[in-house]
């Protein structure tokens, strides 16, 4: 049978590289060297504590704002439990005012 061309390269598994150390710097004194990888440390250093900082902020951020949709719901459910309560006094107070609408057009009728 003839061969059908491949439309994609046959997979293979994925084999993750080895990290990549940089190599040293070459520096005749050796002077230069030790101050670019301290600098390089201290910059490293510092995005690090950068990304503390804001890692614990947005910890704060995300919880005050979950504070305040609890705070947002509970006050949402008192608002709906009042008018729930309101209607149902309104409801309670209309059947008696029909129960005594009707008793006064039976007494009325009988005479």
Known sequence: PPQ???VTPP???HRP?????APPLEDPLGTHLLLL???????????CA???KWRVWAIEAAETERRRRIALL????????QERHARRAWAAAAIEAEHRARKHSAFVADM
């Open 4 to 6: 059908l061309p491949q």
């Open 11 to 13: 997979a293979t598994p």
């Open 17 to 21: 590289h080895p990290p990549q150390v």
């Open 37 to 47: 990888r301290g600098e390089c440390c201290a910059e490293r250093m510092s995005e």
């Open 50 to 52: 950068e990304r503390a």
């Open 74 to 81: 509970a006050a949402m459910k008192e608002e709906e439990e």
